[in-house]
Structures are given as C-alpha cells and as structure tokens.
C-alpha cells in the first residue's frame, strides 16, 4: 500500500502549483460544507455531521477530478460519480451546487415536498446524480457494469463510487469487488469514507472492518489510505491512482480517513451519532465556527 | 403395466428437458433468440452469474465474446452491473437461476433497474418446478416475488416459439423485465396455432363450449393437450394463453372468462401470488363474481424426485388435469 508520503503531487490546471490547487479544492470544500449547514437547518435535522466529514473528499472530485459540462448533466463523454450511500445526499447536493449543476438557492428546497432534492439521493429526481443510493452495497456492483459498458464502448470516461466504511459490511460490495480486479476495470475509482461511525455506534462495535486497506489489497485493488480531510493528499492519491493503476488496467481505492462534523468543532466535540441532532440556535454558532476555522487557515 | 414393472424413475438431470419422448423440439432457443436479435442490435450485451451452460447463454457468449460478461456466482453484482450497463446505452440480457434472480438479487434488480426503469433484461433458469433438486433451485413463487415490484414486466413463455419472439420484443422494450427461461430441447408446441407472441398481449389458441383455460409458461403445452384428452370425455375446451404476467391483458382474459363456462387457470408456479391471483383480481375487479378453478403448486417447499413424479404428484401433469376438471364438472 502506497503512504501519503509515498505520493507524488501534479497539479491538474496547468502552470497551477500544488498550494494554489490544494487552495482551490479547499475552499470549494469550505463552500459544501456551508451548504450543508444551511441545508440541515431548513430541514431541522439531516446528516450534516457526515457531509461535513466528506466535504473534502466530494471537493476533490468535483473540483478537480470529475469532467462534466454543467449545463448538459447527461452528456454522454462525463465522468460518472456514483454515490452509494444515499444519506449522504445532502453534501452531493452541496457539491453539485458547487459545481455548477443545480442552482445555490435550490439547496433550501433539501427534503421539502416536491423537491428534486430528497433526504436520499435518487437519480429520479436530481441532474447529476447518477443512482439512486441508500440500499447500501449497490454504488460499486452498478460501477462495474458501468465501467465495463463505458470501456466497451470505447468511453475514455471514468467513474467514481463513493462508498462508506459502513457499507463495507454488505457483501454485494465484495462480489463487486472481486469483478471490477477481474475484469480489469483501470476506469474504476472507488472512495471509501472511513468515519469509524455507522447507525448503530461505531464501526468496530458493530461490525470490525478492519483491516481495511488489507481487504482491498486482497481483492486486487490498488489501495491507498489518506487523511480524508487532507485536500493535499486527497489529490495527490488520485494523481497517484491515475498513474500507478489506470493506466495498467486496475481498479484503485483511496480509503479516506475522515471526521464527522469536520470543520465545526461543537460537531467535532459532540458525541458521535449518525442522525446528528442539533439545537435551533446552534446552526449559526455551527456556521460562525465554519467560517473563522477556515478564516483561520487561510490567514495561516 | 403394473406398479411394480414400472422403471424407478430417478431425479432429473439439473438440466432435464421437460419434452416429452417424441416431441418437436428446438436446441436452445434462447440463445439463438438472443444471437440474432445482437446481431441486428449491436447494443445487446449478454452477462450471468456462472450459469451460461445452464440457461443458454453460452451461444451467445460464443458468439458474441467480446460482449459477454462472465460474473461470477455473484448474483448481485450480476443484476446491480446489469444496471450500469444499460446506464451506459447498453442494452443487457443477464442470466440466472429463477431462485437466485428472485431470492438473492430482488433488491439490486428493484432499485437499480425499476425504479429508474432500465432497459435491463432478467432470465432466470428452471423457474417453477422444472428442477428435482428440491427447495433450493425450485423457483415456485418468482412471479408472487416480481409481481410486486412496480415497472417490472414477466413473461412466462410456453415453448421455443414464445421464446424466440419474445426475445426482439423485450430488447425492444423500455422498462425492466423478467423471462421465465426454458432452456435446452424446449418443446415447439404454438406453431400449430397460427399463434405469434406480443408482449402484454394473451391469445385465443382454441376455442371449446364447457371449459375455458387461461394458462401462462409451460402450462400452456399441458392446456392443449389436456384440451384434447377432454374433447374424448365430450368436454369441448377454450385455451387461452397469456405468456406476458404483467402489464396482463385483462381485457381478452375477462372476455373469455365473462361466460357460463368452468374457468381454470394453469401455471408452473405456487397458486400464491401468480397467474391465478392475477386472474382473480382481475375478475373481482370488473365485479364479475366468477368462480376460477386453479392448477398450480401448492403453497409448499416441493419434494426433490423425478420430475414426472413431482409433475403428477402436484397437480401439473395431463391426467391430473382431466381429473380435476372432469370431478368439478361432476
């Protein structure tokens, strides 16, 4: 398994130095992980804690990874971002705001009546999103047909499947697994948000995934563990994916290490659950914390 | 011959022809279906879970191999690649067994292609009692499953003639669907009928004054040929034939059932959840007030044995037929 360390950096925009592209993909995070927060307040309730906790990893690809034209979501050359985990919608949502394929102000719409955006994700109802997620264990088994339907027919298009560390309890996940390395799928980039939380408490209480980066390796994938609320390192893993493993036919995996309620630590602090509650007058504080964190870093 | 001369009869081969000694037959339908409609449709592509000997699907994979997709035993991944597949223009036929398809991919097949509803084509091998291996490969409630899951449309075939035209018309086809396989020497029953299969359509292959049958899949074979073992008791029976489970055409099974006539549906399949629960709501709907006689499984996990035996032993065989339908005529 390659380490951070390991990686090599290549900018992606060109005569873009590394810091100016970590800058970049960072604030785009910071940008998904307001509109969570506003989102989750409209709504009274959601799982802001894990989009938060993901913000970084959906920034990286939309920002810097996925090829799509904003103003034609089906356009049939695009990268595919499947996110299995249906819950997580309100960051995808978020970061399709971001990336230009749905408007800012539709995000106050999040879970209402009639909207195109529900509390789980469904491609029956948003531009850009690819599947309907939520039954978890079934992103990555569509991302090998995809990638063997893309690859057939002559698609230079990549795909991404966004799972959690949760969803590597379903043994769907493995049977895919196991056919993306046989098929050779290099087209196949899978995302696996390790937060160490599912619905029922920890990850290791409820059912031990660990060794993770093992188990991939095992099944033939080329692995790679970052720090998941690390932008740099996240885009030095894709780099490196794209290098190492696409290029020779094999399927890549960047686990991402990553904390729910990232980037507000009165989320960060509290304790963990998957249905993150909070108070009425905290969502400003939440937001108030959000903006100085980044304020902060960036004075740094 | 008596009992005891008769030859043990052993469990069937896995992949026993139901024909019967003698009778036309055509060698993989299926699979020829298949080959010929990709050759007119380059955006068929053909996938199974470890079973392409076993439901035909091996022709096209011969023919075609840089457009089958070998999955492995994962029937998961099998239905949830299907989706992606046909997310991409592709339009994919995958293979299974009727019980994997139903019991282990429901969710895969639901979600990833109903509910967005894919162009993505289920067949599942030895559905119904078409296997002596018992429980574990006897799909006996696939339809009471599938019929729930909304865009879904099942076509129970009878012989290679509903197969091979079936085949065009569900790749043509929008939505999801499900093909009850008959796989291997499959009898050629409907030719002599003048009768062309059209998907959600069922049809008239006879006509008769006493009885009417409505039958689906396999059932319609032993339909006809019991139909001509009761014209011998001087009972004159209608055959209708409705292949397509869901959308059902409601309107030519009621036409035929809104008369004095013993109406009786047949169907390899549990009495629960299939072609008789389908007829029966649509005659309580219309307010018709019909009695509908069934011949089907019972709601049992089945014997393994030979599948005459099991055949005879359920119900489903020719003189189990005439009996029934001579003891309700009185």
């Known amino acids: 398994m390659a380490t951070t360390q390991e990686l090599h950096e290549v900018g992606r925009m060109p005569g873009e130095t590394a810091t100016d592209r970590a800058e970049r993909v960072g604030s785009a995070a910071y940008r998904i992980r307001h509109h969570a927060l506003t989102m989750g307040e409209v709504q009274g309730q959601g799982y802001v804690g894990q989009a938060l906790g993901a913000a970084d990893m959906l920034a990286a690809v939309y920002t810097d990874q996925l090829r799509f034209r904003a103003d034609q979501p089906d356009w049939e050359g695009r990268d595919r971002f499947l996110l299995s985990t249906g819950h997580y919608a309100i960051g995808h949502y978020a970061a399709l705001a971001e990336a230009g394929l749905i408007a800012v102000e539709e995000l106050d719409t999040y879970g209402s009546d009639d909207s195109r955006l529900p509390m789980s994700g469904m491609s029956t109802y948003t531009p850009g999103m690819e599947i309907s997620g939520g039954s978890l264990g079934h992103g990555l088994a569509i991302a090998v047909g995809m990638a063997l339907g893309l690859r057939h027919r002559g698609s230079e298009a990549r795909i991404y499947n966004f799972l959690s560390d949760g969803e590597l309890d379903e043994g769907s996940t493995w049977e895919a697994a196991m056919g993306a390395h046989h098929h050779r799928l290099g087209n196949l980039t899978a995302m696996v948000d390790i937060n160490a939380l599912q619905a029922d408490g920890k990850t290791d209480t409820v059912l031990r995934t660990e060794p993770v980066a093992d188990k991939w390796e095992a099944f033939g994938w080329y692995t790679q563990r970052v720090d998941g609320n690390d932008v740099g390192a996240l885009l030095a893993a894709f780099d490196n994916a794209a290098a190492q493993a696409a290029a020779v036919g094999r399927p890549s995996v960047i686990l991402c290490d990553t904390k729910v309620g990232r980037g507000v630590p009165l989320l960060e602090n509290r304790e963990k659950a998957h249905f993150m509650r909070i108070e009425d007058h905290e969502w400003r504080l939440c937001r108030q914390q959000l903006s100085a964190g980044y304020e902060g870093k960036a004075a740094r | ?330």
């Open chain 2, 1 to 330: 011959m008596s009992a005891a001369a008769a030859p043990r009869l052993k469990t069937s081969a896995m992949i026993a022809s139901f024909a019967e000694p003698g009778q036309k037959t055509a060698a993989a339908p299926f699979g020829h279906a298949l080959v010929k409609a990709a050759r007119e449709n380059d955006r068929i592509v053909g996938l199974t879970a470890d079973l392409g000997k076993y439901t035909d699907m091996h022709i096209f994979a011969q023919a075609f191999p840089e457009r089958f997709f070998q999955m492995g035993m994962a029937e998961q991944l099998l239905v949830g690649a299907a989706a992606g597949l046909a997310q991409t223009g592709l339009v994919p036929f995958a293979s299974t067994y009727s019980v994997f398809a139903a019991r282990r991919a429901y969710d895969f097949l639901c979600l990833d292609s109903a509910e967005p509803n894919l162009n993505v084509n289920i067949v599942g091998g030895l559905p119904g009692l078409t296997t002596g291996y018992g429980p574990s490969h006897q799909a006996t409630e696939d339809m009471a499953i599938f019929r729930g899951m909304p865009n879904l449309t099942i076509v129970d075939p009878c012989d290679s003639v509903d197969i091979e035209q079936a085949v065009p018309q569900l790749a043509a086809s929008d939505g999801p669907t499900y093909l009850r396989l008959l796989r291997g020497n499959v009898p050629t029953v409907l030719d002599e009928y003048g009768y062309t299969f059209e998907l959600g359509k069922a049809k008239v292959l006879r006509g008769g004054n006493d009885v009417v049958f409505v039958s689906s899949g396999l059932m319609t074979m032993r339909a006809l040929q019991a139909a001509r073992a009761l014209a011998a008791h001087n009972v004159d029976v209608a055959v209708v034939h409705a292949p397509t489970i869901k959308p059902f055409d409601t309107a030519t099974v009621l036409a035929e059932l809104n008369t004095d006539r013993l109406a009786v549906t047949l169907e390899n399949h549990s009495v629960v959840g299939g072609l008789f629960e389908t007829v029966a709501s649509a005659v309580v709907t219309a307010g018709l007030g019909k009695r509908v006689v069934s011949v089907a499984l019972p709601d049992e996990f089945l014997d393994a044995g030979a599948l005459p035996t099991l055949h005879d032993r359920y119900g489903l065989s020719v003189q189990r037929i005439v009996a029934k339908v001579l003891a309700e005529l009185g």
